[in-house]
């Protein structure tokens, strides 16, 4: 158990806080690329591209882990958390706005992590993780129900189909983390294969496909979205999330994902004028809430107090 000073848990918060902005600034900055020059095979393309040449020599001196994931599990993780996921979910992006990504994307993940263990595993639900489940499926639900009815009344299926993929790219994701979990991979590691996985199989593919598409495109958007989905992402996140565990321990760390929908929605406003409904804000509300249950979140004193007596 991490025990934390309030200096402490300050600065585990900050570390925090920082990883869920990233993580919730992907739906927005990508939203404006794919609705603009770029699409979701670019994305994929520089996210996987600049990542796997930064992290090869960590596979290199690890290896493939394939005593702990076998060919099939390696496959699983790099589809689930590397280019075909980011395929779904920047294509998605391309349909719906940025805040039912956060919410649908990310926000759904732990409610699939959970069934999938659940079925396959047979793992046991603590009554609160059940409460979060049930609160992350109760705001899936109106967000998908409300925009589907929606958009039938206006003729319109587009962001449906956005919505659809999002729930996608949440399961893909879901089972690429049920597999790195049982291989007890760490994040570093894990991430080092999804990108030098992706970047062997994917970049030649898009490179066939595309061709010189990129070398066409401007050089200082080329340049950001590079650093941005290649360094900031993938890698940036991924070791500000692990200062955060390091200090608040798994359960705390975890929590700061709960952050994401919200965050989402708030930098989606001023950049890129796009304003949930009230339906949206309810939703984002009720899958936040559920994240930070299901993530096996600090509960509050006063509930700590009660469970003891």
């Not at 994305?43 to 001196?61: E, K, N, Y």
């Not at 956005?162 to 760490?186: E, N, Y």
Request: net charge positive.
């Amino acid at each position: 158990m991490v025990t934390t000073t309030s200096s402490n848990y300050l600065k585990g918060a900050a570390f925090g806080v920082a990883a869920g902005s990233i993580w919730a600034s992907w739906s927005v900055i990508t939203r404006l690329a794919v609705t603009t020059s770029l699409d979701a095979w670019d994305i994929a393309a520089l996210r996987f591209g600049v990542a796997g040449l930064l992290l090869s020599p960590v596979v290199v001196w690890r290896g493939l882990a394939r005593d702990r994931l076998g060919w099939l599990g390696l496959a699983v993780i790099v589809a689930g958390l590397g280019a075909p996921y980011a395929l779904v979910a920047a294509g998605g992006l391309h349909f719906a706005p940025a805040s039912d990504q956060g919410a649908l994307n990310p926000g759904c993940m732990p409610l699939f992590v959970a069934l999938i263990a659940a079925i396959i595993l047979g793992e046991k639900l603590s009554t609160t993780r059940k409460l979060g489940l049930s609160l992350i499926l109760a705001g899936a639900v109106v967000m998908v129900a409300w925009h589907a009815s929606a958009r039938s009344m206006a003729g319109s299926a587009s962001r449906s189909i956005g919505d659809a993929l999002f729930l996608c790219a949440a399961f893909l994701t879901a089972c690429g983390t049920v597999v790195m979990r049982q291989a007890r991979l760490d994040p570093v590691h894990a991430a080092a294969l999804v990108s030098t996985g992706s970047l062997v199989i994917y970049l030649p593919l898009y490179l066939a496909l595309h061709r010189t598409r990129l070398a066409q495109l401007p050089l200082a958007e080329i340049t950001i979205q590079a650093m941005f989905q290649g360094i900031l992402v993938t890698i940036v996140s991924l070791l500000l999330y692990g200062r955060a565990v390091a200090i608040l321990g798994a359960s705390g760390g975890a929590a700061f994902g709960a952050l994401v929908p919200a965050l989402s929605a708030l930098f989606a406003i001023p950049l890129l004028g796009e304003r949930p409904t009230e339906t949206d804000w309810l939703a984002i509300v009720l899958i936040s809430a559920g994240v930070y249950l299901a993530s096996g979140a600090p509960l509050p004193n006063w509930k700590q107090r009660e469970s003891h007596a």
